[in-house]
Structure formats: structure tokens, C-alpha cells
């Protein structure tokens, strides 16, 4: 069998998301081993994240994550403006090496854990961008009323014209600046009809893997899809999260360090609302994660603060 494991911190790619290729002949032996979802439970000392999630909660209180091109001039002006402060006051370079770090098991190509961990543990890295945005906003226009959020960029559309040539950062690892988007193929950039073969046709994914537990093999099959593993009907590369990433080129395409890039947050979002919509038509599936894996670190999060966007306060435009 062919090994499908973890690499160490250090030794990922550093080009390229779709340089890596999963055949399923080279994974289906440890994804027919994924044991039952319902064999695992979220540690009792650890309940307590879940209601501190929840508690006090309204449901007019949630925040609505819209499309990015539903943002006002003011709003693209202080996204922009707050991720200036970010990158000049540190904090948006620590949250880069936050993913550079990838010791966190949080992609498929770090084998079965990476691939049950992607969905739920940049689900979490997005708020924790969120939140430092949202401050640092604040800081710069205290008695805005136009308040801000994560926007989405909805694949289907152009690259956000308001962020074009818009790179504040410089590499955290080597304090250069970085390379220009490309922004063209290949790979391909999903097309609306991709998007929904991600989330109504995700059971035609590794049609030759048996798992044992069909609540698994839902979930395996969709984040498999979502994150850039799939296939079209017609066998060709199904494009998703690793073919936007190449697609935008520069930066964008270092799986370490591509959260340099702003337009990583929107991406992500793409991906978070995307899982989102097929939640709600699959609420039985969820990843047989265990003990430390269940666990987003460096976060206290675990899957189980992560799996309901409601349950973090926020929902998605759609």
C-alpha cells in the first residue's frame, strides 16, 4: 500500500496545491479503515467550549457574511485599512505562521487526520482572523456603523476587482516582497456547475472505497471534492480549494505561506460557506475524529465548537 501520512513540520511542498495528487488506489486502504463516527465523543472537560459557544446567543445577533461584491466603497476602504494596521502592528504575520506551521495536520495531503481536520480547522482559522479584523477596525473608525466581517469570493465570479494589486504583506519568511497573481489557468477555476457536483453529486467520489460507517463516508467524500481531490463525470480533475489556490498564482500557490495573500480569507469563506450549505442538507455527517485530533490546535477549539456556523455566531449570504 502506498503510504499516506502526515509530513513534518518543514517538509510540505512550497509551490503548487496541485502538484500533490491522492489517487484513491494510493489512500483506500486507510480511508476503509476509518473506524465509526458515533465510536468517538467529545471529552467531558471539554463540554464546556460548546456551551460557552452557545451561551447568551441570540439568533439576531448573528452575523451575516455576504459576497464581497455586496461591500460598500466604505467597506472595501476599512478592510483594507484594518489589515494595513494588522501587517504593520505584527499581528497579521503571526496569524500567517499560524498556518505555516503545519505540524496542525490541517490538509489532505497530510494523510487521513489532515483530510478529516481541513474543513473544521480553517473553519476556526477564519474567525480568529475575523475577530482580529473586526478590532482592529474598531481601533480606526470607533463610531463606524457599517460594521465589518469576512467577506466571501464567490468562485463563479472575477477576481474582486478592489483587491487587484492589493499584496500589503511582504513573505513572512523572507521578508521579500511577493510575486504577482497570475490569476489564469490551468488549473481550471471552478465553474458554478463544479460547485454543485462538490455538494449534490459528492457520493460519486471514490465510487471504489467501502467504508465502514455511511455517515463517514459521506463527509470523507464531500471534503475530498471540496478540497481538490475529486472528479468530474467525465474523469477530469474536479476544481476546488487546490485549483483557486494555483489559479491565483503568486503567493496564493504556497501552501504554507498563501494566507499572506488577503484574498486567502475570501477563498476560505467560499470554502466554509460551501461546507456550510451542504451541512444543511447532510446534518448526520460529520469526521470520526479522536482525543488531540479532535482538537484545532493551536486552538482550545474542537470540532464540536466549529461544526455549526450558528453555534460561532455567524451565518452565510446565499
Known amino acids: 500500500m502506498a503510504t499516506w501520512a502526515h509530513l513534518p513540520k518543514g517538509h510540505h511542498p512550497d509551490s503548487g496545491f496541485t502538484t500533490v495528487e491522492l489517487p484513491e ?22 463540554k464546556f467550549l460548546r456551551e460557552e ?18 461591500f460598500t466603497t466604505s467597506q472595501k476602504t476599512a478592510f483594507k485599512a484594518a489589515i494595513n494596521k494588522m501587517v504593520q502592528d505584527g499581528t497579521y504575520a503571526s496569524l500567517v505562521l499560524v498556518h505555516v506551521d503545519m505540524s496542525h495536520n490541517m490538509h489532505g495531503s497530510m494523510g487521513d487526520t489532515g483530510l478529516l481536520r481541513f474543513l473544521g480547522w480553517h473553519r476556526q482559522y477564519l474567525m480568529e482572523f475575523e475577530k482580529l479584523l473586526i478590532a482592529a477596525d474598531r481601533d480606526l473608525r470607533p463610531a463606524a456603523t457599517d460594521r465589518l466581517y469576512l467577506p466571501y469570493w464567490n468562485w463563479n465570479d472575477p477576481f474582486p476587482e478592489w483587491l487587484e ?15 504577482a497573481r497570475v ?31 455511511p455517515n463517514v463516508a459521506d463527509y470523507v467524500r464531500f471534503t475530498w471534492a471540496l478540497e481538490g481531490w475529486g472528479r468530474r463525470p467525465d474523469g477530469s480533475s474536479l476544481p476546488s480549494h487546490n485549483h483557486v489556490h494555483d ?12 494566507p499572506t495573500d488577503p484574498i486567502f480569507w475570501l477563498h476560505h469563506a467560499e470554502i466554509d460557506r460551501i461546507w456550510s450549505v451542504w ?13 488531540k485530533d479532535r482538537i484545532f490546535d493551536p486552538w482550545i477549539a474542537t470540532y464540536d465548537t466549529v461544526k455549526s456556523t450558528e453555534g460561532m455566531g455567524y451565518t452565510y449570504q446565499t
Open 25 to 46: 488506489s494510493a489512500v483506500r486502504d486507510q480511508l476503509e479503515s476509518l473506524p465509526s463516527m458515533e465510536a468517538f465523543e467529545l471529552a467531558s472537560e471539554l
Open 53 to 70: 459557544a452557545l451561551a447568551g446567543r441570540e439568533a439576531n445577533l448573528l452575523q451575516l457574511r455576504r459576497n464581497q461584491s455586496a
Open 165 to 179: 494589486d492589493y499584496l500589503p504583506a511582504r513573505h513572512p519568511g523572507t521578508g521579500a516582497a511577493v510575486s
Open 183 to 213: 490569476k489564469n489557468s490551468p488549473p481550471e477555476k471552478p465553474t458554478s456547475k463544479d460547485v454543485t457536483l462538490i455538494i449534490d453529486k459528492f457520493r460519486d467520489q471514490l465510487p471504489d472505497t467501502n467504508f465502514p460507517d
Open 247 to 258: 489559479w491565483v498564482g503568486g503567493i496564493m500557490s504556497n501552501p504554507s505561506y498563501s
Open 279 to 291: 451541512q444543511s442538507r447532510n446534518q448526520h455527517a460529520h469526521p470520526p475524529l479522536k482525543a
